[in-house]
């Protein structure tokens, strides 16, 4: 049973801790180095920062005030080193005032969100069908999504964020049911995709409702664009020589990291020209040759990275330098 009172190091484990580390270690050696968690959660990957990089800041952002306030308890032995902030990570350049030398993104939604079953975003447990990240806003929950959009709205938003295969199906379902009574708890959804749902689907993908509960959480908090409008303000902020690192775990999320990655380091030579003038260089290299997945040992003991992948990238030269 999940302990409601435990702290944040026994209910996290960091996906790709090792080699995340290795990758941002020449950035955060300089001596005060900046590293920045865009999406703290419970502060697995900034506690290993802090303690690996004796002279290394930290500042972290999430949107969720409980995490946030569990990280602060796990990280308050490291005193003025360790700066949490309250803000979605859209708001990222009005957080830091000068650049950063590293910076994470965990696009995954965090342990602790998955554990607190009365959030919503767990299907193996019934609870209201909340699903906000900050439930300290106003903004809609899975329970307005699923009793507001129309069908063709739902179908749009379960076959984009959910990919799921059934879309129409569910999106049908859904609303011939709301008709009868409005969606509030998360057990009857599941129950309604088990019905939906072709049982050969269900053995060969897994829980029915995993990519149902998936689109519904993208939608609510507003996820591929908020990450649209961050991975560029990312790269902006970053640092000569300093380095970006994003866990994506959906393939909608990697592709637009993939994209941006890819604009970052691509010349700026009119096409044509013979000979590729200084202020046309890239400002970016990749650090990575694609993406990196777990090892099977992580496979292994954390079942939640089975999706994840890991890119990242460097500021090779200032942002509109000549040289």
């Given at each position: 049973m999940r302990d409601e009172f435990a702290p944040a190091a026994d209910r996290h484990v960091p996906v790709m801790l090792a080699e995340i580390l290795d990758v941002l270690a020449p950035a955060l050696e300089r001596p005060g180095a900046l590293y920045v968690d865009g999406t703290l959660g419970m502060g697995g990957h900034a506690e290993?920062?802090?303690?690996?990089?004796?002279e290394a800041r930290v500042v972290g952002i999430d949107r969720d005030a409980q995490a946030l306030e569990l990280a602060g308890e796990r990280l308050a032995r490291f005193g003025?080193?360790?700066?949490?902030?309250?803000?979605?990570?859209?708001?990222?350049?009005?957080?830091?005032?000068?650049?950063?030398?590293?910076?994470?993104?965990?696009?995954g939604v965090s342990s602790f969100q998955l554990d607190e079953l009365e959030r919503g975003f767990s299907y193996r447990a019934d609870a209201p069908l909340d699903m906000r990240m900050d439930q300290s806003s106003a903004g809609q929950t899975a329970a307005d999504v699923l009793n507001t959009y129309s069908q063709d709205e739902l179908e749009r938003i379960l076959r984009v964020y959910g990919e799921e295969r059934?879309?129409?199906?569910i999106a049908h379902a859904v609303v011939k049911e709301r008709e009868k009574q409005a969606w509030t708890t998360s057990a009857r959804l599941v129950e309604m995709l088990r019905s939906v749902i072709p049982s050969a689907s269900q053995r060969q993908s897994g829980h029915p409702a995993k990519r149902t509960f998936q689109a519904l959480r993208i939608e609510v908090n507003d996820e591929l664009r908020g990450w649209e409008n961050t991975v560029d303000t990312a790269l902006d902020t970053l640092a000569v020589d300093g380095r970006l690192a994003v866990l994506s775990f959906h393939s909608l999320e990697d592709r637009i990291t993939k994209q941006a990655f890819a604009r970052a380091c691509r010349s700026t030579a009119p096409a044509g020209l013979p000979v590729e003038l200084p202020e046309h260089l890239p400002e970016f290299e990749l650090l990575l040759r694609g993406a990196s997945t777990p090892s099977a040992t992580e496979l292994e003991h954390n079942s939640r990275s089975a999706s994840v992948k890991l890119r990242a990238i460097r500021r090779t030269r200032p942002k509109g330098s000549q040289s």
């Open positions: 290993a920062v802090l303690e690996r990089f004796p003025e080193r360790f700066r949490g902030v309250h803000a979605v990570n859209t708001e990222l350049a009005d957080v830091l005032d000068g650049p950063a030398d590293a910076m994470l993104f965990d696009l059934y879309a129409r199906k």
